[in-house]
């Protein structure tokens, strides 16, 4: 049948244009498909078809060595201290030894070329694990066993049972009836629920051997690979015929083959051409904030040494000339240079003296700092799933600090929100309510008298199963019989107990409910279902069956029972239900009401009714559906109006409560991430009802809140970007939004992004194209207004959303996902954090600044390729609040530390500059130079870097709105890294010219003005002042705290002693050259007062300065706490809803999806067996007695509603 481009670009919407269908696939010849290449660069070429080996591995044996120095040498400290090292090299311009900066660069890059080859390791054999799975390719005329890695495009495999599916498939065929193939989704969006797909008929009746598959000789002609998840367009030419192909004949590589005994397949897509794959993204190198800060501070601090270093070596050329005018004895030594290149090498030498400002041991300490916070994130016991054994596990260990700096949180839903287990709750029978949430005094129900029970099903109203067993009201009884008949559930036999398959988990739960209460859907045949009900068996005829679709919201079967009466059984949505009752049908408000409860407690309600047919209405009834049946055209129309005139004058049975299992603590969890200021986006392949009554249930959304329609949103949109105002004008027009002004919440569907914003593609082309349009002139502005106004369009809708205090995105592709976080990257300029569990969520994950992967019983994709995996969702606001904004703490500290100590000791050179003839002589030894950043003064700085708190755990969680310090980057910013340079500038001039004060006059015997001793006091001096300005500093001090800041003196000490004793001299003087000047110059009371002076001197300020700090901020600072703490109260989401109208409880009955009814009644889904008997049932069914272990009433606790 043919296809026309019309058809192709609707099917493609979601794309960046129409695909070109040129993707052939013939089966079972691989030649053919070799002859195909693909233009690569320039005149490079590659095969068109890749094979299905994965590479997710950044390096090999050849590249790891330059890739990765080409990585490292993008970090311009790198570069800075590599020019270094080359300098020192020249012995003209060397004041240092060239090893003492080689070798801290030499171990940086080795530091850091090691993790990324461990992290790389590991994707590595996670690539090796998943291209070597088993595998059954069809070879000639026989399937030989072979690994994924060796199919190709054009193969035919073979796949059984719970077997994960290697490539995208065409199904050819299956050993279940008519060819259908149960498939689970689980590894690719999270969802554990059954879906199915078929094979065509002429692929199902002709490939019923071996040898037919061996001759297929078909050609599928479809798209180009893409990453449209939900759509595949294409046809199959065989025999001289074209046969339609979409996405219910493809199995997609990830998903799992589920009751399904053996299945066959045609590759059409392998490898990085799967659809997961080119959802996948690629892998992006993660920096920090302040990481791309410090890049711009070495770049600011390189600038400042080069005006320094040329400042000082104009003044010593300005020297050298007079020097010589006024010693012109002394012109021979200068006769073969002159005064502008001797000052061309003492530059270089002030470059080289003073480049340890700078000094590497920062990043080495840096990466050490790092992998120890991530440490203590793996041994956070509070992060601990014991369950099943899975700790924290922080898989990047350079972005710790980013974490004490969220502000946008964009979560998957299932499986990272909910645990996708729907459970039975509650239920409203005839008016009375039935379910409690459970209690300490409360005891389950117990389902031992019933052997066909699920034991996993947990219910706490034992009134609820005496009434059952008493089988004295007839409304109950239809109650649980139409549970058990009305649904498209499927039923198989395992280990001798029934196992369910439901198209949705919210059906099993309901059919799960009426077996373990004694109706038990037992076995369906085409057009029968077999019940027990109460011990009895029962066989019914099923008539018709009117199942789910987006606009019915509701399901029926009509059946005939076994004592001849046709009856009806419905269920679906309340605001379906409720209209097509019958006049004065009794407890109608009590069912209301009911609804309300449930809906209050956020349970996905479902309403349930029933009539008896007369067989003179069922026989005119059926002609009329049998003629609307078999219409070729409008048929679904037409059978739609037939199944309204059956479904109407019904009588309510009553309600159900389904409780969608969110995971333990995420309520809380999210409601502590907001008043940390941190937003949190829900963006879910799932429907648009599921996921709003999601975000009611983990208080996302609440009743008090205004939901804008994507109506709404594309007016206003549409508005603000033909206007390019912002939204507050807009908002304020509206009194409705302005009342609801910091209450607005954002629900939009993958469809209304596609129409609503551009494509990646063009977004990026239009930027491109009008910055360079803004290049060429005004002339150019009509050209220019068309992309101007798709990116205002997009601009608008990201300022819209980011007003809004709640975001939930339904039915978007992994794509879309990604495109979302990016688009608040580029227009909000803010760090976001991504978490699934899913191989959908990868790309979303890789793209956002910080990837959270859930550790779940299915599935590791998201897990392998994020920063951090947890267990649990909760464990978020521990990671987050706890030790992100711990690690922000110790890390800025650290930071504005390492520069004051470093400005403080270093900046000595350039004052001693004037005093020696700008000869870029170094003032210290050789030796405190190499060990000042290594022994001296690494050990405070560390602690602090590793230990520091400014409250406890208990704290952090308590007080979630301080956690914004982080985002606001107060701790470290440039104007803190400006102060840390003045004080470190003040400290230096004090060490340096107090000493100089001191040392003044002071010659003559027993004087002490020679230069190593100068040297020595102003080191100790230095040393020990920066040493008091931590210890003000730290705010949470531990014996190892202590230990860190007397290991400095200690070690001040012990390697003065070894460098300066007479051994050492004696072995090697030019190295050595301070021989006891430590034990002189320490020994003598004069000295070690200038110290004291020194000291004191750099201390007091920075007292005085915090303690009036304090004094003036204190009272502010509780009035300000109070103040955010309100405003976060007012506009906290409330717990309780409080509903007008019922227009949103059937949550379940609007998010359920269309079910296998057609397959039913066609007799396509059914296996073909002669009986149907399960753990001993008897052809009378026996009896199920309510003695011995039926509950005690005594026990029972009712919940009750009267009518």
Known sequence: ????????????????????????????????????????????????????????????????????????????????????????????????????????????????????????????????????????????????????????????????????????????????????????????????????????????????????????????????????????????????????????????????????????????????????????????????????????????????????????????????????????????????????????????????????????????????????????????????????????????TSLNDQLGQIEYIFSDKT??????????????????????????????????????????????????????LKDEDEVAREFWRLLALCHTVMVDEKDGQLVYQAASPDEEALVTAARNFGYVFLSRTQDTITTIELGVERIYQVLAMMDFNSSRKRMSVLVRDPEGKIRLYTKGADTVIFERLQPGCPNELATEKALDTFAKQTLRTLCLASKEVEDEFYQEWSKRHHAASVLLQNRSQALEKIYEDMEKDLKLLGATAIEDKLQDGVPDTIDLLKKGNIKVWVLTGDKQETAVNIGFACRLLSDDMEILDEKEIQEMVEICSESNNNFGGVLNCDSRLQQQQGKLALVVTGDFLDTLLPKAEESQASEKKSSLLAMVGEHCRIWQAPEDLAIRRERAFVDLATQCQAVICCRVTPKQKALIVQMIKKYQKVITLAIGDGANDVNMIKTADIGVGISGQEGMQAVQCSDYALAQFSYLKRLLLVHGRWSYLRISKFLRYFFYKTFASMMVQIWFAFYNGFTAQPLYEGWFLALYNVFYSAYPVLSMGLLEQDMSAKKCLEFPELYSVGQKNQLFNYQVFFVALAQGVATSLVNFYVTVWAFTDTAGPGGICDYQTFAITVATSALFSVIAEIIIDIKFWTILSFLAVSSSVILYSLMSFLTQNFSAFHMAPTIFRFLDVNQNALTEPYILLVVLLTVITNTMPSLAVRLLCHIIAESESRRSYQDSRMEVSAVELTAHFQRGSFGRRSSYAFSHKEGYAELITRGTSLRKKDTQTIGGISSNGGSMPATKDSPDPRTSVPVKESP
Request: proline share 3%; glycine share 4%; net charge positive.
């Open 1 to 396: 049948m043919g296809m026309n481009d019309q058809n192709c670009q609707d099917s493609c919407r979601g794309g960046s244009k129409v695909s070109d269908f040129t993707w052939e696939v013939k089966a079972n010849d691989r030649a053919f498909h070799l002859k195909f290449k693909k233009k690569l660069f320039l005149c490079w070429k590659r095969r068109k078809y890749r094979d299905n080996a994965i590479k997710t591995a950044k390096y090999n044996m050849l590249t790891f060595l330059p890739l990765n120095l080409y990585e490292q040498f993008h970090r311009s400290a790198n570069l800075y201290f590599l020019f270094v090292v080359l300098l020192q090299t020249i012995p003209e311009i060397s004041t240092l030894p060239w090893f003492s900066l080689m070798m801290p660069l030499v171990c940086l890059l080795i530091i850091r070329g090691t993790r990324d080859l461990v992290d790389d390791i590991a994707r590595y054999r996670s690539d090796r694990m998943i291209n070597g799975r088993p595998c059954e390719i069809l070879m000639e005329k026989s399937f030989c066993k072979k690994r994924w890695r060796d199919i190709h495009v054009g193969d035919v495999v073979c796949l059984q049972k719970d077997d994960f599916v290697p490539a995208d498939l065409l199904l050819l065929a299956t050993s279940e009836p008519s060819s259908l193939c149960y498939v689970e989704t689980a590894d690719i969006d999270g969802e554990t629920n059954l879906k199915f797909r078929q094979a065509l008929i002429i692929t199902h009746k002709e490939l019923v051997s071996v040898d037919k598959m061996a001759a297929f000789d078909g050609i599928v002609v479809c798209e180009e690979p893409n990453s449209r998840m939900h759509t595949f367009v294409g046809t199959l030419e065989w025999k001289g015929e074209k046969y339609s192909l979409d996405s219910e004949k493809i199995l997609l590589r990830g998903c799992r083959i589920r009751n399904t005994d053996i299945c066959y397949g045609l590759v059409i897509y392998a490898g990085f051409d799967s659809k997961i794959m080119k959802n996948s993204g690629k892998i992006k190198l993660k920096r920090t904030k302040l990481d791309r800060m410090m890049n711009k501070l070495v770049i600011f601090i390189f600038l400042m040494l080069v005006v320094i270093s040329l400042c000082l070596a104009v003044a010593y050329s300005f020297q050298v000339v007079d020097f010589q005018a006024k010693h012109s004895y002394l012109n021979e030594f200068h006769r073969n240079s002159s005064p502008v290149q001797e000052a061309f090498l003492v530059f270089w030498g002030f470059m080289i003296l003073l480049s340890v400002i700078v000094p590497m041991s920062l990043y080495i300490t840096f990466e050490f700092v790092y992998l120890v916070n991530s440490c203590f994130i793996n041994w956070d016991l509070e992060m601990y799933y014991s369950p099943q054994d899975i700790p924290a596990n922080a898989r990047n």
């Open 415 to 468: 499986g990272t929100l909910t645990q996708n287990i729907m459970t039975f709750k509650k239920c409203c029978i005839n008016g009375l309510i039935y379910g409690t949430d459970g209690g300490e005094d409360l005891k389950a129900i117990s389902w031992r008298w019933n052997k066909y029970a699920d034991e996993n099903l947990i219910f706490y109203d034992s009134q609820l199963l005496e009434d059952v």
